[in-house]
């Protein structure tokens, strides 16, 4: 069965102030797909209720269907029915992270997954900043985990503006009456050049010397020690940051009597 997600030929534009043509991207037309065989299998419980259409106009003047948001709710429903649900285990936190983030960390060796939650004052609008990088982090590794996030569908958390047109009560003449809402300023060359430095040695610093793998949290004696940790821990000791097996193994090696 095929659902529509509330499809229409024209959409209002802000920027115009009247309504436009709608334009379909294979993004948007893949996403639309991967969210109807999901709904019609019954695999996750999800309802076209927990879909909507991403739209952004586009520079000949047509309102872009780009792809699918699903809902926060509706992710809580995915990872309630995987095989290798979210692992709160596998989360650390990092409160200064580039450009002062708060940044939530996922990294699950047995999933084989890394990903990242973070706000700022420029992506994060509300008063609960905490949540909502935990909330996108959760979002995104279940949405990978899932799969869905390959076919062109993103999570509401993505974005202030992400949220469910559902909710939107405003009328046509209030939505004129506001302001189109503000793009963040593109990034300088130096900028960028400064976010990919400290990118690297963010990278290098979470990479084993030894094994050149990442560095992973390591549960041991009930206590479970962070990738900062492991990392701090082996440059004090060896200079160099290892993962835990590696340190462990130069740890040996060093008690050895042949050492």
Known sequence: MEYNFGENV???????????????SDKYKESKKKACEIIESGKYGLSPADFWILMNETKSGKMGYTGLIISHNGCLKINDKLEKPFNPMAVTEDKCGYGGALVFTYCDKDQGLYEVGEVTQKNCKNDYPYAMAFKRM?????LKLSKLAYSGIY????SDTFRDPVDDTRTQ???????????????????????NAQ????????????????????????????????AENAINTYKAPLCWSCMMARRKANESPTS
């Open 10 to 24: 024209e959409e209002y534009s802000q920027k115009q102030g009247k309504k436009i043509p709608v334009w379909q």
């Open 138 to 142: 959760f979002d995104r590794v279940v």
């Open 155 to 158: 999570s509401e958390a993505e």
């Open 173 to 195: 003449n209030d939505v004129k009456a506001e302001n189109a809402p503000k793009q963040d300023k593109k990034p300088t060359k130096e900028e960028m050049a400064a976010f």
């Open 199 to 230: 990118y690297k040695r963010e990278v290098k610093k979470n990479t084993c010397k030894d094994c050149g793998m990442p560095i992973y949290p390591v549960t041991h004696g009930g206590k479970l020690y962070s990738v900062a940790e492991i």
